[in-house]
Structure formats: C-alpha cells, structure tokens
C-alpha cells in the first residue's frame, strides 16, 4: 500500500506563497507522472499541475507563471511552489500519479486570504 503525505499548506494573505511538499512511501513514484490536483468543498479534485519522470512540466492556464512544480528523486518527494497566491487557489491539494492513481493522502489545505 503506497502513502502519499502532503504537507506545507497554511493560511497565506493575497499575494503571498507556499511550498507544498509530497512524499511518497515507494521509490516507484520516480518511475510515474506526479500530480498536484486541489478539491475545492463540494467540487471535485481538479488538476492543477503535472510533472513526468523525466522532469516536464504541465500547468493549468490560471496557475501558469505562479506555481512551479518540480521532484526530488532520491527524497521521493515532490514540491508544487506557489507564488502570487490568489483567493481562488484556496483549497485542500493532493498530490498522486497518473494515469492509475495510488490510494489518496490527507491532502494540506491551503487558504488564501484577501
């Protein structure tokens, strides 16, 4: 059974920024596409960045320019660094792989205030 533990959310003011941090209990999840999705409260987890295991990234419009994504293979980590944070980025983010997601962390909630 992979875990996947998300850490580094918090309260931010606008304009503000937060390093999100993803480890994963398995080695394999160099081998994979790793994800950063938020969940806002009754909406479903929605992707918001992607990186391969060559180290490519891919971004939603609204966050491109202000989060960067990047991996730490040896540490089996993942990062997701928020810069410009906005009102409309608050929400619990969770990191996984695709295409076949592992079983889902706690995620870390992040709240960006006006």
């Known amino acids: 059974q992979v875990q996947l533990v998300e850490s580094g959310g918090g309260l931010v003011q606008s304009g503000g920024s937060l390093r999100l941090s993803c480890v994963a209990s398995t080695s394999r999840m160099n081998d994979e596409t790793m994800v950063w999705y938020r969940q806002d409260p009754g909406k479903q987890r929605a992707l918001v960045a992607s990186?391969?295991?060559?180290?490519?990234?891919v971004y939603v419009d609204s966050v491109k320019g202000r989060f960067t994504i990047s991996r730490d293979t040896p540490k089996n980590t993942g990062y997701l660094q928020m810069n410009s944070l906005k009102p409309e980025d608050t929400a619990v983010y969770y990191c996984n792989r695709i295409p076949y997601p592992w079983s889902w962390g706690q995620g870390t909630q992040v709240t960006v205030s006006s």
């Open positions: 990186i391969t295991n060559g180290g490519t990234p």
